[in-house]
């Protein structure tokens, strides 16, 4: 094993295995790279967001309940429900990144990565389940409009967007982590939700019109629906083992295809470890394979820093023996 300290990569060996038929070879070579890039870094460290946002979100939302009961305001008390919703939100994309970093076992051999994948598909039913919760509502004071004490609805909901624009703010800078993307959508509704409720309270101050509070609660809702629907699209595809967004399969393939010797590239596969990283799997055929580990090196090298591939496994092949009977297009 080769450890390249500028670079924080590390090249395992390569093995080659005889499978009884003569001349024909099998090589691995895996490639990991914690740099810059794509996917192929881990995790970022957002342990200190989550504790102050799951702290500050679950003390408002006890004191957003506790002026909901008392002015009878039903719109605050399902913000609070909605709240409270995110802050469960929070806690599993939280645990999420640390079950992450666990180490691997002879069981799961990944360690448990995939977490963070599984965390922004729930995050993302959740968001949709709290939409339905706000259609629900709103619906139902269409029908059966109620007084609210407007001022302690809006002093409490302005406090409220407050919180939730702080807590999106420090998620800001994780959007390449589709779980850290999951929560700043999260807060980043929780804060427009408050921030309608505040327009709605106001609003029903001055004209005394009951219809504005539900009309406003289903326009945020469209907006959450529309800014989720891309989160839980890729939280479905990731789940599924699809290529990552954003990254070109068959690029990937052309790039293999020009590295010196290779004459064919076979059983293709990438797919996505976690919410971060990125892992491949692929057969290359190379008449002339003296040169192998020099080969296997630069290869996980390129993958990792031209495409975010940092967990690259190379099948290298001859093509002395009989072809390899995943050479089939649809073989996986």
């Known amino acids: ?120 598909l729930a995050n993302a039913v959740l968001l949709l389940v709290a939409v339905g919760v706000i259609v629900s509502e709103a619906i139902h004071r269409f029908a ?6 407007t001022w302690p609805v809006m002093i409490v909901a302005a406090i409220g967007v407050v919180i939730n624009t702080a807590t999106a703010l420090m998620f800001m800078k994780g959007h390449e982590d589709l779980n850290i993307r999951g929560a700043f959508l999260h807060m980043a509704a929780d804060a427009a939700v408050s921030l309608a409720v505040v327009i709605g309270a106001g609003a029903i101050a001055l004209t005394g019109l009951l219809w504005i509070d539900p009309a406003l609660s289903l326009l945020i809702a469209a907006v959450i629906v529309i800014g989720t629907w891309a989160l839980l699209r890729e939280s479905v595809d990731l789940a599924l083992d699809a290529a990552p967004r954003g990254l070109d399969v068959e690029a990937v393939r ?56 940092g967990h690259a496994t190379l099948q290298v092949e001859t093509g002395h023996a009989a072809a390899c009977r995943l050479a089939n297009a649809h073989a996986v």
């Open 1 to 120: 094993m080769a450890h390249d300290h500028s670079s924080h990569r590390h090249d395992d060996h390569d093995h080659d295995h005889d499978h009884g038929a003569p001349g024909h070879a099998h090589s691995h070579g895996h490639g990991h790279s914690h740099g810059p890039g794509g996917h192929s870094h881990a995790p970022k460290d957002f342990g200190r967001a989550f504790a102050i946002g799951v702290g500050l979100n679950f003390a408002f939302v006890l004191a957003e309940a506790g002026v909901g009961l008392w002015s009878g305001s039903l719109a605050l008390l399902a913000d609070a429900g909605h709240n409270l919703s995110d802050v469960l939100s929070l806690l599993l994309a939280w645990g999420a990144t640390i079950l992450a970093k666990a180490a691997p076992t002879s069981r799961r051999t990944y360690g448990l990565r995939k977490a963070t994948i599984l965390a922004s």
């Open 144 to 149: 059966e409009p109620a007084p609210i004490a």
């Open 254 to 309: 052309a790039w293999l295809l020009a590295r010196p010797g290779v004459s064919e590239v076979h059983d293709l596969h990438v797919w996505a470890m976690s919410t971060t990283e990125t892992a491949m799997t692929a057969h290359v055929t190379r008449p002339d394979n003296s040169d192998s580990d020099e080969f296997l090196h630069a290869a996980c090298e390129g993958l990792a820093g031209k495409f975010g591939i």
